[in-house]
């Protein structure tokens, strides 16, 4: 695995931690859509201002992640599928 490789899965390692970190207050996991806006934009300005670009692709790779499989959820509670 190629050093490229390695800072997007560190960009994803530090997605899951800030994830992680939301379980401090249960009720934000409900608006994860909105709450990961307010740390996963800093986490990518700081990582393209020291030059990462790499692990600024892994945050985003991670939230989007994040947001498809919070839409779905989302569709599948509002269609009434649970």
Do not use: S
Request: aromatic content about 14%; overall charge positive; hydrophobic content about 60%.
């Amino acid at each position: 695995m190629n050093e490229h490789t390695k800072d997007i899965w560190k960009g994803i390692g530090i997605v899951l931690l800030l994830h992680g970190l939301l379980l401090i207050f249960p009720i934000t996991i409900f608006f994860i859509g909105f709450v990961q806006v307010i740390y996963i934009i800093p986490a990518v300005v700081i990582a393209l201002m020291k030059g990462k670009t790499a692990i600024a692709q892994g945050i985003l790779i991670a939230a989007g992640i994040t947001f498809l499989v919070n839409t779905a959820c989302f569709g599948v509670f509002m269609m009434g599928w649970y």
